[in-house]
Structure formats: C-alpha cells, structure tokens
Antibody
Framework: QVQLVESGGGVVQPGRSLRLSCAAS????????MHWVRQAPGKGLAWVAV????????HYADSVKGRFTISRDNSKNTLYLQMNSLRAEDTAVYYC????????????????WGQGTLVTVPS | QSVLTQPPSASGTPGQRVTISCSGS????????IYWYKEIPGTAPKLLIY???QRPSGVPDRFSGSKSGTSASLAISGLRSEDEADYYC????????????FGTGTKVTVL
C-alpha cells in the first residue's frame, strides 16, 4: 500500500529556511509525479508545487514561487521541499501527495496523501 | 483566490442524500477532469472521485460524481455519521504556468 511520511516540520523564525522531506513506499516512486499541498490553521487546502516523475518539470503556486523549491531523489524514494524566506503566512500543515498519472509531465492530479508535518512561522 | 467555488456548508439527516456543487469558468471546466477529496480534520485527505465520476476501489458506491457545463457535483446518498467531514473538489489548470486548484471546500454536517 502507498505510504507517504513527511518530516522536517517545526518552528522557524521569519526569513529563515526549512527543508521538508517525504519518504515514499508501496509504489514505484520514480514513475509518478509528486506534490506538496498545505493547509493553514482553519483554512482550506492549498496546492504548493508539483514535480514530474523524472524531476524535469516543476510547477509552483504563485504564493511560493521564487522562495520554495521542490526536488526529488529517485534513488532514495524521497521528495523534498526547500522553503526559504519563510513568512508567517507560510504557517500550515504541509502534505506530501502522490500524483495519479503514470509518467506524466504535463497533466497532474493527486490520489494519495501523507499525514502531514506542521510548519510554524511566528509573526 | 480559488477558481473553483463550493458552498461553505451542507447538511442532512442519516439516510438522506446530500449534493455538493463545484463551479467555475467555462474555460476551466471545458477541458479538465474534476477530483473530489474527503478530509476529516486532523487526518490526511482521501480521494473519493477521480476523472469526474470514477470511484477508486474501496470507496462506497454511496458516493458519486458528475460534471456538466461549468459545474461538477458530488452526491452522497444514504448519509452516515462517518460522512461528516470537509469535502474539496480539485482540478489541474494548464493555463499559464500550470497549477493544481482546490475548491473552497464544503463542510458536511450529519444532523
């Protein structure tokens, strides 16, 4: 069964950096795109970024473009999110999620989610 | 600002049918598949419907999805207490630079 386990969350001061990781198992990681999605306290789901199965295509939400970088290591079955210049409004639970489409690099959707890791940036 | 709009809340008594709408622009809906997710606060979201009307294995047939024109709908029939949750529609928007868009979310309450 698909398992996605996020780590790396915590409390970080505004302007600092943090890197999230997501360990994947139960599927062939190197053949599926991967997403990060976040949910601020009391708010709805907000998509953050996606990376294609081979890492060659990346897309970002406008709110994080230029500050966050999504990457993957297919040899380690691990997804990453490097978050720089963090702001109070980045406070959220961050979910790692698996893409629905096999070897897609142009069309994406989410089918499985991790349990999330909390990132807190005090104001 | 989401391009997919959902009613903030919906409710019903056990056994009733509840429908949640997801609306947007014709340009967006015309070429994109709609996905639906269920989220119980404090737990990971779960896929309910993919490609407008397809159910993953393990999802009860009480859940059904449809899409027509500039809106999509999720119907829950035979409402049960465990259906009380937040529900989100979503779709890939390949205009501009590409993004995955979530709806505004609907809180379903079982009375």
């Amino acid at each position: 069964q698909v398992q996605l386990v996020e780590s790396g969350g915590g409390v970080v001061q505004p302007g600092r950096s943090l890197r999230l990781s997501c360990a994947a198992s139960g599927f062939t990681f190197s053949t599926y795109g991967m997403h990060w999605v976040r949910q601020a306290p009391g708010k709805g789901l907000a998509w953050v970024a996606v990376i294609s199965y081979d890492g060659t295509h990346k897309h970002y939400a406008d709110s994080v473009k230029g500050r966050f970088t999504i990457s993957r290591d297919n040899s380690k079955n691990t997804l990453y999110l490097q978050m720089n210049s963090l702001r109070a409004e980045d406070t959220a639970v961050y979910y790692c999620a698996k893409d629905h489409y096999y070897e897609s690099s142009g069309y994406y959707a989410i089918d499985y989610w991790g349990q999330g890791t909390l990132v807190t940036v005090p104001s | 600002q989401s391009v997919l709009t959902q009613p903030p809340s919906a409710s019903g008594t056990p056994g009733q049918r509840v429908t949640i709408s997801c609306s947007g622009s014709s340009s967006f809906f015309g070429s994109n598949y709609i996905y639906w997710y269920k989220e119980i606060p404090g737990t990971a979201p779960k896929l309910l419907i993919y490609r407008n009307d397809q159910r993953p294995s393990g999802v009860p047939d009480r859940f059904s999805g449809s899409k027509s024109g500039t809106s999509a709908s999720l119907a829950i029939s035979g409402l049960r207490s465990e259906d009380e949750a937040d529900y989100y529609c979503a779709a890939w928007d390949d205009s501009l630079s590409g993004r995955y868009v979530f709806g505004t979310g609907t809180k379903v309450t079982v009375l």
